[in-house]
């Protein structure tokens, strides 16, 4: 869970400063199906704070249900009989 805060956190704050570049550079239609697309000669993408947060959330949702698996498997096996096998 501390890792999907960590790296959540990170991911949302560069994907979000990227998008917030693009939307000021723009994405160029270099074909006419990408201006078809755009509607425009340029896409200028947006982020708000409410799909930021929303996908930090996910992720952290994510790592924390990726984690029962294995933790459910652990308490299964005694701490003696984990530490007496050669693997």
């Given amino acids: 869970l501390a890792l999907g805060v ?4 990170m991911g949302a704050g560069l994907g979000s400063a990227l998008v917030t570049w ?3 550079v723009g994405i ?9 697309f755009f509607s425009g000669p340029r896409l200028l993408p947006s ?4 799909n930021v947060v929303a996908a930090f959330l ?5 790592s924390a249900i990726s984690t029962l698996y294995p933790a459910l ?4 096996v005694s701490p003696v009989k984990a530490m007496g096998q050669d693997e």
């Fill in 73 to 76: 498997v652990a308490t299964r």
């Fill in 47 to 50: 982020v708000s704070l409410g």
């Fill in 28 to 36: 160029p239609a270099r074909n006419d199906q990408l201006y078809f």
């Fill in 6 to 9: 960590v790296f959540g956190a």
């Fill in 22 to 24: 693009l939307g000021r």
């Fill in 58 to 62: 996910a992720v952290l949702a994510v």
